[in-house]
């Protein structure tokens, strides 16, 4: 059987092989995954999930039935470890092999391990599949302390979760401000607030020297100044790895991720990558991104489908991303890199603001806090390459929508 192949059933994969299909692909298709569990949602495992609203099943995108419908053909719980580009053939963890005439790559990305003494000691965690997840939700059952190490999106959430399920929680982060890669200061400055508001302590311009454990269960953090946080549990959230190990391997241009071009194809005709794993050249970033995003992942997958089956339209998205923590619901569009002004529109107090950035007069990213309305507008307003005035973003009376009839 070859047909397209595809490694990863997440957004990217699932989204590849559905649009492929949907476009004509006649071809058998095989998305092979190392998880065993059907397709499932990732951004609840750090947010509702650990707070036990939604269970694992409520998790799953799409069952057999479905797949079975489009004749795609599941393989789960087995890993892809090498590429053959020669053979076109793709061998698995048990050494069967499956080849291929078209090969996907939506392998996603790891967390980023943590190398210091004591690492590997109970009671650390990661969090990315549902089977991290299962793991940190019995863990934090049983934890008092808890201490989170890296002040990002998915160390705050879960700072956030541990926080309302009456943890005492300390967050750890090496920078001198929260999200600082992301977001401006004033949205890490309202962040900080939020979660000094909730209890949760904050160490900023910190870093972990080694962690203490009893019985090779972890017991403390020792930070970079010497000091030491008791933990009874510890979440390490200090940023993603593409996974393109397979892709580099077989000599595929890989740089921070497999390298694409809008179409998700690599230089090497008939083989594709979407998702986390992949590296672009993005028109509204003016710049190579790796995103990690669950619109990255499947919009990515949709172009990168519709070539699989000859139909072609290129991705050009305006990068978006949500995060929600506590009552604080952040939306973003864009990405601020190197912005050169900010205008502030709304109230940073009430927690109902959005933060407008520009580079050279053009309106590049808009982060929204509980206003989803005007991140609507602004998606419209960068896709469109409209850029408002900072005095008109500023102004509350200034009707954004006018601007993109
Ligand atoms: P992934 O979802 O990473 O899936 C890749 C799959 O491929 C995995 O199942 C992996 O095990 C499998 N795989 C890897 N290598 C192999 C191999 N060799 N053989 C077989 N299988 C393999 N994004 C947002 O936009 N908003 C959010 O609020 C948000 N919250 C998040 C919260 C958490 C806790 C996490 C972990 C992520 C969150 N994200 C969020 C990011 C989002 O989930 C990812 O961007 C998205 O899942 C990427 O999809 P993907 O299909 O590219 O890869």
């Not at 409520?58 to 053909?73: A, C, H, S």
């Not at 194809?265 to 992949?278: K, P």
């Not at 000859?310 to 995060?323: H, K, L, T």
């Amino acid at each position: 059987m070859t047909g397209l192949v595809i490694i990863g059933a997440s957004y990217a994969g699932v989204q590849a092989a559905l649009t492929a299909r949907e476009a004509g692909y006649s071809q058998p298709i095989t998305i092979v995954c190392d998880e065993e569990w059907l397709p499932y949602q990732r951004p609840p495992l750090s947010k509702d999930f650990l707070l036990g609203r939604i269970s694992e099943q409520n998790l799953i995108l799409r069952d057999e039935t479905f797949f079975e419908g489009k004749q795609i053909n599941l393989v789960l719980g087995e890993r892809a470890t090498l590429l053959d580009l020669r053979a076109r053939q793709i061998t698995l963890a048990g050494n069967n092999a499956l080849k291929f005439e078209k090969l996907l790559f939506a392998t996603g990305s790891r967390a980023r391990r943590i190398a210091v003494e004591g690492a590997d000691f109970d009671g650390i965690f990661y969090l990315r599949s549902v089977t991290d997840a299962i793991d940190l939700k019995a863990g934090l059952a049983n934890a008092a302390e808890i201490v989170i190490v890296g002040g990002g999106f998915i160390g705050l959430e879960v700072a956030a979760s541990a926080a309302k399920l009456g943890k005492k929680v300390t967050v750890v982060e090496a920078s001198s401000r929260l999200l600082e890669r992301a977001v401006s200061s004033v949205l890490s400055t309202f962040l900080l607030d939020t979660h000094l508001r909730a209890g949760v302590d904050v160490m900023l311009d910190e870093t972990v020297a080694s962690f203490k454990g009893n019985d090779r269960k972890v017991s403390a953090v020792v930070l970079g100044n010497g000091a030491v946080v008791h933990a009874d549990l510890v979440l390490v959230g200090i940023g993603g790895v593409a996974n393109d190990e397979i892709a580099r391997s077989a000599g595929l241009r890989c740089t921070n991720g497999i390298v694409v071009d809008a179409h998700g194809q690599c230089e090497t005709s008939d083989i594709f990558a979407a998702g986390d794993c992949a590296n672009h050249f993005n028109r509204f970033c003016e710049s190579w991104v790796r995103l990690e995003s669950v619109q990255n992942a499947q919009d990515q997958a949709k172009a990168a489908g519709l070539a699989i089956a000859g139909a072609r339209a290129p991705y050009e998205n305006v990068p978006r991303f949500w995060s929600d923590q506590y009552d604080v619901k952040l939306q973003i569009v864009g990405l601020a890199g190197r912005y050169d002004r900010q205008a502030v529109r709304g109230s940073v107090d009430d927690g109902r603001f959005s933060v407008f950035y520009y580079r050279q007069g053009r309106l590049v990213a808009v982060d929204s806090v509980n206003r989803p309305g005007e991140q609507m507008a602004a998606r419209r307003l960068i896709a469109a390459g409209i850029s408002p005035a900072p005095e008109q973003a500023a102004d509350p009376s200034f009707d954004l929508k006018s601007l993109v009839t």
